[in-house]
């Protein structure tokens, strides 16, 4: 994995990308494994000329490397891609008096009810068997990192840190979140539906169940053939609606959810039998899949509330 600390230190990484010919020598390179100079411009129809200088744009940033070995005419160049996954470290986006944030494990759910296949997991090991629905109430659930199930729900009671006279603005909540299927399969859509305090918010479908890139913090135990990472997907509710990653998916506003102070806020994740697409979750935690974090919630809000 390829890892950028920043957006202006991944500047000649987007230059490199921002070329079709070079997209397209890399995704020649994923899909068919090292390549000489000489296939790659035959494959993609350029003389040996005009591919090298794209070649040692993505050589200079690390994206692929280049060996040397021997020929049927002497020594020829081999191109490899270098990485399988590139990540960026965003800056940390300032806490202020106005929002306050926490995160809740994938495993501290309150309720739930799942069908098989499913399965509950710690970073060290699969909580009693796979497809056993009761494996969910098990106490060592807490300390699970990843879950999965093909259709029903888990649900979450979230803190509300909120005083009184103080007044919800935004509430997002940020989680690693696929589909399920048996085994895994890129193409499984699923409609994943969201709760909060029994109001519906809409549903996002998930395109499928990712196991073709091993997941970064996957540990070493895990299996091949079972999911490797999800997408990264925030969701949000304000005065305007519902959105996931800016895109409204109902007029359920903040105030229709009825966030109080001192009240848990209640959040289901359930994938309904009714659904068009009932292709089952898995939400990904710490120490699986590709993003270091459990369920992150996010409360924005206003006034500052009676003084103690």
Excluded at 4 to 21: D, M, Q, V, Y
Excluded at 241 to 270: H, K, N, Q, W, Y
Aim: net charge negative; with cysteine; charged share 20%.
């Amino acid at each position: 994995m390829l890892r950028i600390p920043s957006f202006r230190a991944g500047k000649p990484i987007f230059k490199a990308l921002s070329s079709e010919t070079r997209l397209c020598i890399l995704e020649l390179l994923q899909e068919e494994g090292a390549m000489s100079i000489t296939a790659i411009a035959e494959k993609l129809g350029l003389t040996a000329g005009t591919l090298t200088p794209h070649i040692r744009a993505l050589q200079d940033c690390g994206l692929i490397t280049i060996s040397m070995t021997e020929g049927k005419h002497g020594t020829m160049k081999i191109c490899t891609a270098a990485e399988s996954s590139i990540l960026i470290s965003a800056p940390e986006i300032s806490m202020t008096e106005n929002m306050y944030e926490t995160e809740i494990g994938i495993g501290q759910y309150t309720n739930y009810e799942v069908r098989p296949t499913c399965g509950i997991c710690t970073p060290d090991h699969i909580i009693g068997k796979v497809d056993v629905p009761a494996c969910f109430a098990d106490a060592e659930r807490t300390d699970a990192h990843i879950l999965w199930f093909s259709s029903g729900y888990v649900e979450y009671m979230l803190p509300c840190f909120l005083k009184e006279g103080q007044q919800p603005l935004e509430l997002q909540i940020s989680m690693e979140i696929s589909s399920e299927a048996p085994g895994v399969q890129e193409h499984w859509p699923s409609d994943i539906h969201f709760q909060m305090n029994g109001v519906e918010l809409g549903f996002w479908t998930s395109p499928g169940d990712f196991g073709r890139i091993q997941g970064i913090y996957n540990p070493s135990w895990w299996f091949p053939n079972w999911n490797q990472h999800g997408l990264y997907k925030l969701l949000s509710i304000n005065e305007q609606g519902t959105f996931m990653d800016g895109l409204r998916i109902s007029d359920a506003a903040i105030g229709d959810v009825r966030i109080r102070p001192g009240r848990a806020i209640s959040f289901r994740i359930e994938v309904p039998e009714t659904a068009k697409h009932v292709g089952g979750a898995t939400l990904f935690g710490k120490g699986f899949g590709n993003y270091p974090q459990d369920i992150r919630m996010r409360m924005h809000y206003a006034g500052k509330g009676e003084k103690k």
